[in-house]
């Protein structure tokens, strides 16, 4: 239940169907006691892998800084994250569903909007992007080109920003406090 080192898949990867088990979902009420059983189960396993990767800090901090993501991530649940955040005082934007979606409003998009979609979609075409952002291919061409020889400029972020080591040592406050708040 580690990373295997050849082809580097993670554990919640491999595993998904663990990960992805509708019990792990914090949204989902768990009805009867064969249920609370097997959610115990699938927490515990997830755990168990989550602890023995070694890429669980940083996906950890990724989780807590970067993406507001739903379900078991990084040995922790959205709710546990959600407290990380508030202990630390990460602020996360709110994601903009609309440019996901592809839906335009008529808005300019710079250079930093075109950098974000590529970012999040990197196997996507080109003209896909282009059609979410209401430009040709070759607008979206030309800004990447201007993005890779000039740099894009830097955006202020209000959230402070931590460290993985500062993320994990509140992530181990967090987790055990639970723990010992479901076992009273």
């Known amino acids: 239940m580690t990373v295997d080192t050849n082809q580097q898949i993670t554990a919640c990867v491999e595993f998904s169907n663990i990960f992805l088990h509708p019990l792990l979902d914090e949204s989902q009420g768990v009805s009867n006691q064969a249920n609370r059983r097997e959610q115990a189960m699938l927490r515990t396993q997830a755990e168990k892998m989550c602890a023995q990767c070694p890429l669980q ?30 202990r630390l005082g990460v602020n996360l934007a709110d994601d903009d569903f609309d440019s996901y979606a592809g839906v335009t409003s008529g808005r300019q998009f710079d250079r930093a909007e075109i950098h974000r979609l590529r970012m999040a979609n990197p196997t996507e075409p080109l003209s896909a992007i282009a059609a979410r952002v209401g430009c040709s291919v070759s607008t979206v061409k030309r800004h990447l080109r201007r993005i ?37």
């Open 57 to 86: 800090a940083q996906c950890l901090t990724d989780a807590v800084t970067k993406f507001d993501v739903s379900g078991f991530v990084a040995g922790t649940t959205k709710r546990q994250r959600q407290e990380i955040r508030a």
């Open 148 to 184: 890779e020889r000039e740099g894009l400029p830097t955006r202020t972020n209000e959230s402070r920003t931590v460290t993985p080591e500062e993320v994990m040592a509140v992530a181990a406050d967090v987790v055990n406090g639970t723990r010992r708040s479901a076992a009273a």
